[in-house]
């Protein structure tokens, strides 16, 4: 069963530095775009950072300069460095990545469980 399991998350003061990381976990051929989205309370699920399977990435305008997303592929892990925290980015922290089990040929979405992210000012 292929998932995808996050850690990294807690609380942190307001200035201070997160690393989360997201394991793909399971029989799986191919790893592609893996990204990192948010959702506070009240407030709609938002993209925080992505890298493709070719390297590229994006970040969520709320987040530019203080976010890092990385990953290694042949280990299907990735991470995300957040420095800078706001007490505006405490929310949970979901993994994202389209990945295509091992004996498919068609790629799925998967979400992780969510790791809580709080930042005290």
């Known amino acids: 069963q292929v998932q995808l399991v996050e850690s990294g998350g807690g609380l942190v003061q307001a200035g201070g530095s997160l690393f989360l990381s997201c394991a793909a976990n399971?029989?799986?051929?191919?790893?592609?775009?893996m990204g990192w989205y948010r959702q506070a309370p009240g407030n709609k699920r938002e993209l925080v950072a992505q890298?493709?399977?070719?390297?590229?990435?994006s970040y969520g305008d709320s987040v530019k300069g203080r976010v890092t997303i990385s990953v290694d592929k042949v280990h299907k892990t990735g991470w995300m460095q957040m420095d800078g925290l706001k007490p505006e980015d405490t929310a949970v922290y979901y993994c994202?990545?389209?990945?295509?089990?091992?004996?498919?040929?068609?790629?799925?979405?998967?979400w992780g469980q969510g790791t809580q992210v709080t930042v005290s000012s």
């Open positions: 399971g029989s799986i051929f191919r790893l592609g775009t």
């Open positions: 994202n990545a389209v990945l295509t089990p091992l004996g498919s040929e068609n790629p799925n979405i998967y």
């Open positions: 890298i493709t399977s070719t390297g590229a990435e």
